[in-house]
């Protein structure tokens, strides 16, 4: 791996690379071993570069935005992980915001509210990423990023950048193509709407309140761990399955919103892995569905 970090100083300044740092430190979860190598492009052309210096030399590779939906395993990644947060410029051109995927959700719906724009207040509570949101179709209080997307920017596994349209974008249920196509987004295009800055910001106020009363924020977490199954939801399951606040290790079912799971200060991974599947076992056998994870869980097993 040595010989790597030489090769990718050709493309990032030195002082942006890190060699076998925690992922605790990037991940909402605060969990996490070590990745061999993190790299943090300062902006696309650093990224395109270390993008082609990976793909020459055949190394494996993850993309990461602010770490909110995934869980590292405890013993880290091997590869080099690739975080996109410092990718993050912002414009606004009429009703449309132009974003740099790795900008935090919470700074594009500021713009909005700033320039007056309507329609991005759903995702303003969201601590992840556009690039994330988009690579999930995240979406919260009944609008997704496909509702707002007009098109986005992207880049194949063999370094080619082109626009995918909404309608090319493959959206579904937490999916896109950029999972399904093994993409990466570079920009997105949203379109939003004209609206007041005293009902945008009140709008803005009301969710996060919302946000702050059902989910166990006060803790780290990653979110929502299970997919809606359909007809039901995944919290309610849980929580019928008598396992609210049923803790392994330092991982605890959350006793303010069952759907999260929550670091209570010590996990590891690899509890809050089988909280997950002590999760999944106790809801098949008790109602017969099948809950799938919306969270990643990367690195060795």
């Given at each position: 791996?040595?010989?790597?970090?030489?090769?990718?100083?050709?493309?990032?300044?030195?002082?942006n690379?890190?060699?076998?740092?925690?992922?605790?430190?990037?991940t909402?979860?605060?969990?996490?071993?070590?990745a061999?190598?993190?790299?943090?492009?300062?902006?696309?052309?650093?990224?395109?570069?270390?993008?082609?210096?990976?793909?020459?030399?055949?190394?494996?590779?993850?993309?990461?935005?602010?770490?909110?939906?995934?869980?590292?395993?405890?013993?880290?990644?091997?590869?080099?992980?690739i975080?996109?947060?410092?990718?993050?410029?912002?414009?606004?051109?009429?009703?449309i915001?132009?974003?740099?995927?790795?900008?935090?959700?919470?700074?594009i719906?500021?713009?909005?509210?700033?320039?007056e724009?309507?329609?991005?207040?759903?995702?303003?509570?969201?601590?992840?990423?556009?690039?994330?949101?988009?690579?999930?179709?995240?979406?919260?209080?009944?609008?997704?990023?496909?509702?707002?997307?007009?098109?986005?920017?992207?880049?194949?596994e063999?370094?080619?950048?082109?626009?995918?349209k909404?309608?090319?974008?493959?959206?579904?249920?937490?999916?896109?193509?950029?999972?399904?196509?093994?993409?990466?987004?570079?920009?997105?295009?949203?379109?939003?709407?004209?609206?007041?800055?005293?009902?945008?910001?009140?709008?803005?106020?009301?969710?996060?309140?919302?946000?702050?009363?059902?989910?166990?924020?006060?803790?780290?977490?990653?979110?929502?761990?299970?997919?809606?199954?359909?007809?039901?939801?995944?919290?309610?399951?849980?929580?019928?399955?008598?396992?609210?606040?049923?803790?392994?290790?330092?991982?605890?079912?959350?006793e303010?919103?069952?759907?999260?799971?929550?670091?209570?200060?010590?996990?590891?991974?690899?509890?809050?892995?089988?909280?997950?599947?002590?999760?999944?076992?106790?809801?098949?056998?008790?109602?017969?569905?099948?809950?799938?994870?919306?969270?990643?869980?990367?690195?060795?097993?």
């Amino acid at each position: 791996m040595k010989n790597i970090v030489e090769i990718l100083k050709k493309a990032i300044s030195e002082e942006n690379i890190y060699i076998n740092e925690l992922m605790s430190r990037h991940t909402s979860f605060r969990i996490g071993g070590p990745a061999e190598v993190l790299v943090i492009p300062q902006n696309r052309e650093e990224l395109i570069n270390v993008l082609d210096i990976i793909r020459n030399e055949n190394i494996p590779y993850f993309i990461l935005g602010n770490g909110t939906n995934v869980i590292v395993s405890d013993r880290g990644i091997r590869g080099v992980v690739i975080k996109l947060t410092a990718i993050r410029k912002i414009s606004v051109e009429g009703e449309i915001i132009v974003s740099e995927t790795g900008a935090l959700l919470s700074a594009i719906a500021n713009t909005a509210l700033d320039n007056e724009l309507t329609g991005f207040e759903f995702a303003s509570g969201i601590p992840g990423t556009l690039g994330g949101a988009v690579t999930m179709n995240a979406g919260a209080y009944g609008t997704e990023i496909k509702d707002v997307i007009e098109k986005v920017e992207v880049i194949d596994e063999n370094g080619n950048i082109y626009e995918i349209k909404n309608g090319n974008m493959k959206f579904a249920y937490r999916s896109s193509a950029i999972q399904l196509d093994n993409l990466i987004a570079l920009k997105a295009w949203i379109h939003l709407k004209k609206g007041n800055y005293k009902d945008i910001r009140a709008k803005m106020d009301e969710l996060n309140g919302l946000r702050k009363k059902k989910q166990p924020l006060e803790y780290p977490s990653a979110g929502s761990v299970f997919k809606r199954p359909e007809g039901y939801y995944a919290g309610k399951l849980i929580q019928d399955a008598g396992l609210q606040g049923y803790t392994i290790g330092g991982a605890q079912v959350s006793e303010k919103h069952c759907g999260f799971i929550v670091n209570k200060g010590d996990a590891t991974a690899e509890d809050v892995i089988n909280l997950i599947r002590c999760i999944q076992k106790t809801v098949k056998d008790r109602f017969g569905v099948d809950l799938h994870t919306e969270v990643k869980i990367i690195g060795e097993k």
